[in-house]
């Protein structure tokens, strides 16, 4: 699904709500279940986004959702995110910016479950202000290989502030 005004157009008010979806990476690329550029008040709600596990497929991945630049006010509550790849890129919920100053987040109350390589959950850019991370619950199986951290706040460049962590289980 993807959702991407430009920056002429910002696309408002949207609205996602008990999205069911199983994916399987079809092409040589990084896909994204949920992708989302230019666009303000979004809430995604009570959704099951499923990614399936993927054999023998190295440089392909998948993301559940991601918010890539110009976003503002954003919620994603109550969803069960599932990524099975097993692949060396992907995650679970990616906010990034490029050259617009991105802000309002919140991810609560969502159940997520990992086996890729990636973040589960991933801020970085340009400028990026007021993140809320409240009551989730992180699954990560790391037996497969070795994967990076659960979160990623910040990048090599670029500002990330005013970031709220409480109530989550890892």
Known sequence: LCIKGSSNNILENISIDNLNMDSVITTDLEE???????????????????????????????????????WEDV?????????????????I??????????????????????EC??????IW?????????VNNTIIEDRSEKGNTMT???GFERGTVKDVNINENNF
């Open 32 to 70: 994204v279940q949920i992708g989302a550029w230019y666009v303000n008040n979004v809430n995604i709600s009570n959704c099951e986004l499923n990614i399936n596990e993927i054999e023998n497929q190295k440089d392909l991945g998948m993301t559940n959702i991601w918010f890539h630049t110009a």
């Open 75 to 91: 919620v994603v509550e109550n969803c069960k995110l599932i990524n099975l790849s097993k692949e060396d890129t992907g995650g």
């Open 93 to 114: 919920i990616w906010f990034s910016s490029t050259d617009y100053e991105c802000m309002n987040a919140s991810i609560k109350n969502c159940y997520m479950k990992k």
């Open 117 to 122: 390589y990636d973040e589960s959950i991933a």
């Open 125 to 133: 850019g340009d400028s990026i202000t007021k993140i809320d991370i």
């Open 151 to 153: 979160m990623r706040i």
